[in-house]
């Protein structure tokens, strides 16, 4: 199969030349920008990711002194414990790793962008990224959105380069890729598996397809293997993910939180606390300390609740799909200063700018404005990324936040309806002259 982008003409190579250099330094001076101005980058820790991290660097434990646990995803720990051991103070290090990790989520953007056919307006996919405001909010947080960001856009892009010219070894960077970003947020195993059953689809030849579906199958399995057997040993549970499946689940689906859906008004926020306070009190007398155990019966009073309450759980359903794609972000207090509403209000006029161009780019896509190989070797991957987060964070716990990995795309689907837009202006004014 010819890769057309290995014919690109010399204009368009110049252009990417003065192209990427400016969003490097813009990206460069945003994010140094965020992370000196932000007075508790690195300090605050609400998924316990830091402490965790520490831990693995004093005891050499991923877990709490010598408890071991897999209620955290392991990826992103070792790299913060893998910061501490070169800068106790995590500040320098850590920055450092989401800056580098923040660049190159908009490099990849930029040609992912390219690759799939945006044209010139690849660069707004790009800048969409750099200014990103979750993005930007959690460069400064030891929090997974940065890292899954990163390996969201990377895997699409590997996953598009390997669909245009199948090999063995795309479909094992892929693969690779791909795990890494499940052991960095285990929602990605859901998009990893249609992904690697579709992929060989791309090539033209049997003999070719099945050496692209082991290829990636034995890479994502030679990655995820570690970890689950880790857990194997440790829990008798050789999950490739984590033990907290279950509390996410019954977060979003216990009598507590469907109380306020019943009977919350606009405007007010859930507080979890005496849920919180209710399950470790519940967990510890029935789990006794066994998190396998803890995670099946949250597994278990999450049905219950479901099954008692279907009206309330198909709205539910409805309002986490609202939240991960919401366009101002949920509040965290009800009595919210003036400055932090202005702040979220100017956050959902910029996503709502972005969604505008957006839905032009979706209906573009559905109307065939890219070619059909552009569509199959390209788009396809990053669809289906949106959809599976869509459809696991329709049930499980969520916020806007969720969403972080899936920016990337979204930024290039933009792109793609701004150059409709656009195009559609000219030809426009071109009418009418």
């Known amino acids: 199969m010819t890769d057309v ?30 992370l000196s101005v932000m007075p508790d980058t690195f300090v605050a820790d609400p998924d316990a990711y830091r402490a965790v991290a520490f831990n693995i660097a ?40 989401h800056l580098i990790l923040g660049v190159a989520t908009v490099v990849l953007t930029y040609q992912l962008a390219t690759r799939w056919g945006v044209g010139k307006w690849s660069w707004l996919a790009g800048a969409l990224v750099a200014i990103d405001p ?34 063995i070894g795309g ?3 892929s693969g690779v890729l791909m795990a890494l970003a499940a052991l960095c947020r285990p929602t990605f ?20 397809r099945a050496q692209v579906f082991a290829a990636g199958v034995l890479a994502a399995a030679l990655v995820l293997s570690p970890w689950a057997i880790r857990n194997g040993i440790q829990f008798g549970k050789p999950t490739p993910a984590t033990n907290h499946g279950g509390f996410t689940l019954l977060l979003a689906n216990n009598p507590s939180f469907y109380e306020y859906l019943r009977s919350g008004q606009f405007g007010d926020v859930w507080d979890a606390d005496q849920f919180n306070h209710d399950w470790g009190v519940r967990s510890r ?23 008692s309450e279907p009206g309330t759980f198909a709205y539910a359903c409805l309002v986490r799909v609202s939240r991960i794609w919401g366009l101002v972000p949920h509040r965290t207090s009800s009595d919210e200063g003036m400055a ?38 390209g788009w396809i991957w990053g669809l289906l990324l949106l959809a599976a987060f869509t459809v696991i964070h329709t049930f499980y716990w969520t916020n806007i936040r969720m969403r972080a990995p899936l920016i990337p795309v979204v930024c290039a689907v933009a792109a793609l309806g701004a150059a409709q837009f656009a195009s559609l202006r000219v030809r426009r004014n071109s009418f009418q002259g």
């Open 58 to 97: 004093e005891h050499g434990c991923f877990g709490y002194d010598d408890h071991p646990i897999a209620t955290r995803p392991v990826l992103y720990p070792l790299i913060v414990a893998a910061c501490k051991v070169v800068d106790p103070a995590l500040w320098y290090s850590l920055a450092l790793v």
């Open 171 to 173: 479909a094992a960077l």
């Open 285 to 307: 007398k029935l789990a006794r300390g066994d998190e396998v155990a803890a995670d099946r019966l949250a597994y278990a009073d999450a049905f219950a609740v479901i099954r």
């Open 340 to 377: 932090r509403c202005v702040v979220r209000w100017m956050i959902g006029a910029f996503y709502l700018l972005e969604f505008v161009f957006a839905a032009i780019g979706l209906v573009a896509l559905a109307c065939g404005r890219v070619s059909r190989e552009q569509l199959l070797h």
């Open 189 to 208: 195993l859901v998009w990893m598996g249609p992904v690697l059953i579709l992929l060989p689809l791309a090539a033209e030849t049997w003999r070719v």
């Open 5 to 34: 982008h290995d014919a690109q003409s010399d204009s368009n190579r110049r252009e990417n030349g003065r192209t990427l250099p400016l969003l490097i330094a813009a990206t460069l001076v945003i994010r140094i920008g965020v």
């Open 134 to 167: 979750l993005l930007l909010l959690h460069s400064t947080l030891v929090m997974t959105e940065t890292l899954a960001a990163f390996l969201a856009v990377a895997g699409v892009l590997a996953l598009t380069r390997c669909a245009e010219r199948p090999t």
